[in-house]
C-alpha cells in the first residue's frame, strides 16, 4: 500500500534528523576534518546520496549542526521556569510568559536550562566550541552566527533586561558576563566529562547571583548530590 503524502513527510523529517543526530555524534567523536560521509550516513543507517539531497553536501551538514545549536542558544536566553505537569488544566489560563515573571526567576532559568542543556547536549556542545576555535572551521561558524543575528542581539537584550530589572549598573557587561561563566562551565565538561561537578557548579552560579539553591537536581544528572560526603576532582584521565 502506498504511502500518503504526509507519512511521507514525516519519514523525510526522520531520515534527515537521523543524519543530523548522527553528524553530531560523529563530528564530536573525529572532528569535522575526520568525519565522511560514509561515516555519518553509516551511523545513521541510510544511503550516503541521502546527505546531498538533504542537505546538499558536508559543508551545508556542518552548517545545519551549527543551526541547531544557535536554535538551542536562542531558545535558552528566552526561557522561563520549565512548566509543572497539570499547572495549567484546561479551562484555565496558562502559566506566564518568561518576560512578566520576577528577574531572579528568569536568571535561574536561563542557568538552569543552560547548564541542563550540557547535560544532555555535550555533543552538540563539543562540536560548536571546535568549530568556533579552530581556524579551518571558524568561518563557517560566523556565517552561521550571521544567519542568526537577530536572533542573536534579541537574546542578548532579553538577558540584560533582566540585569536591568535587577538593578545591575552595568546589564550589558552583567550579560557578558554570565555567558561567559557559562561558556566556561561548558568548556569543563567538556574536557573533564563526567568527572566535572556541574551539579556543584550550578549551584554555584546560583550563590553567586544571590538566586535561591536549586531545589532539585538538573535532569539526568546520576552523581552524588553537593554535601553527600564526595569531594569533587575534575580530571581529564579516568
Not at 500518503?4 to 531520515?15: D, F, G, K, L, V
Not at 515573571?101 to 535561574?108: S, T
Not at 536572533?151 to 535587577?166: K, L, N, Q, Y
Not at 563526567?194 to 537536581?217: F, K, N, Q, T
Request: glycine share 10%.
Amino acid at each position: 500500500m502506498a504511502r500518503s503524502p504526509e507519512q511521507n513527510r514525516i519519514a523525510r523529517e526522520r531520515s534527515r534528523e537521523s543524519l543530523l543526530e548522527a553528524a553530531i555524534g560523529v563530528f564530536a567523536e573525529r572532528g569535522i576534518d575526520g568525519a565522511t560521509i560514509a561515516d555519518i550516513t553509516g551511523r545513521a543507517g541510510v544511503a550516503q546520496g541521502l546527505v546531498n539531497y538533504y542537505f546538499g553536501g558536508k559543508e551545508q551538514l556542518v552548517q545545519a549542526v551549527i543551526d541547531r545549536w544557535f536554535d538551542m542558544l536562542l531558545g535558552i536566553a528566552h526561557s522561563g521556569p520549565p512548566p509543572v505537569p497539570g499547572s495549567a488544566p484546561e479551562g484555565q489560563a496558562p502559566p506566564p510568559s518568561a518576560a512578566s515573571l520576577p528577574p531572579e526567576v528568569r536568571l535561574a532559568a536561563i542557568i538552569d536550562t543552560a547548564l541542563g542543556m550540557t547535560a544532555v547536549a555535550l555533543p552538540l556542545q563539543r562540536v560548536v566550541v571546535a568549530l568556533q576555535q579552530q581556524p579551518t572551521t571558524r568561518a563557517l561558524f560566523a556565517q552561521g552566527e550571521r544567519r542568526h543575528m537577530a536572533g542573536v542581539v534579541a537574546a542578548e537584550d532579553a538577558v540584560r533586561s533582566i540585569f536591568r530589572d535587577r538593578g545591575d549598573a552595568d546589564p550589558a557587561l552583567e550579560e557578558i558576563m554570565l555567558r561567559s561563566t557559562l561558556d566556561g562551565i561548558v568548556g569543563q565538561c567538556i574536557v573533564y566529562g563526567d568527572s566535572y561537578p556541574l551539579e556543584e557548579a550550578r549551584r554555584w552560579v546560583h550563590r553567586r547571583y544571590g538566586l535561591p539553591e536549586p531545589a532539585a537536581p538538573l535532569p539526568g544528572m546520576t552523581k552524588p548530590a553537593p554535601g553527600s560526603g564526595s569531594e569533587p576532582r575534575a580530571r581529564a584521565s579516568r
